[in-house]
């Protein structure tokens, strides 16, 4: 059976407001921490966007949980011989309990600096160099690489973990998930779908971790949490390659009129039904997840976790 975690998000939350989630997350028996990497929200009424290896620096001294970025994108806005070093040191302060989730990214976040943000092919090609670059990084030698994407003179990082950090890769088509089953320490995925956990499995990813996560919005309305899902996280309703191309929040919500409160209603897990949130994550149970992690719209986080603590994990058999 997999493993529970929670899902923080940097989108909808500041700091301080992250680490006592995490505590909380802890104290309910969730066993590991994922946290989202964004410059900017999706949209204004999500309203917060902190640097997540600050947080990370945080959460090491608040929770005794194991965390992973996801997804971190290592390609344009940081330059991966920056990302090794604040990965490396994530994980030093963990005592090794630090994943490096990645993915190719969107523009949202990544054209922040002005850079051409390039067609998905090429996002993905950039991705493997930098994790080519970052593997050779965490081995704490001195790295000289002059590639198609990425140059590295004289770099070296000293402050390195006991093992390499383990990068999981963030796969929401057959092209990524074939990168990820090539190269990657994982899978990452935000759907319960057999076959490309399959895909993965048969590319040459056996043996190592499935990793998911959904959202949620637990409430004893579920109209109200129509409502919240609808005003916070229309976003991820829109169809097709939007959230990968469309550069600012602004842009994001001149299309929130396309997702009705009903569409939020047939698609999102809203309300307190415990069979219903079991069902959900089951679901990824009966995909071959190893680890799934959830995370709670809106502003009641403590309701969220009484009842997770109370109702729902315990019972789900945690591997």
Known sequence: MPEYGYFLSCEEFGPAELVEQAR????????????????????????????VWSVIGA???AVSLPIETAVTCPTV?????????AAATSAVMTNGRFRLGVGSGEALNEHVLGHVWPPAHIRLEMLEES?????????????????????????RLYTIPDEP????????GPAA???????????????PDESMVEQFRKGGGAGKPVIGGTKVCYGVDR????????????NQFLPGEMAQILPSPSHFEQLAPLVTEEMVREKALCGDDVDEHIATLSAFADAGFDRVYVNQIGPDQRGFFDFYRTKVLPQLQQG
């Not at 998930?177 to 759907?191: C, E, F, N």
């Open 177 to 191: 998930t074939a990168l990820a089953s090539r190269v990657g320490d994982g899978y990452i995925t935000m759907t």
């Open 131 to 155: 994790i080519q670059v970052m593997r050779r990084l965490f081995t704490g030698e001195e790295v000289n690489h002059h590639g198609t994407h990425y140059t590295v003179e004289n770099a």
């Open 165 to 172: 950090v383990p990068i999981d890769i963030s796969g929401f």
């Open 77 to 85: 806005r940081i330059h991966p011989a920056v990302v090794a070093q």
């Open 223 to 234: 109209d109200e949490c129509v409502r919240t899902v609808r005003k916070l996280w229309f």
């Open 59 to 61: 959460l090491s001294e």
């Open 24 to 51: 909380m997350a802890e104290q309910a028996g969730f066993r590991s921490l994922w946290i989202s990497d964004h410059y900017h929200p999706w949209n204004d009424a999500q309203g917060q966007s902190p640097f």
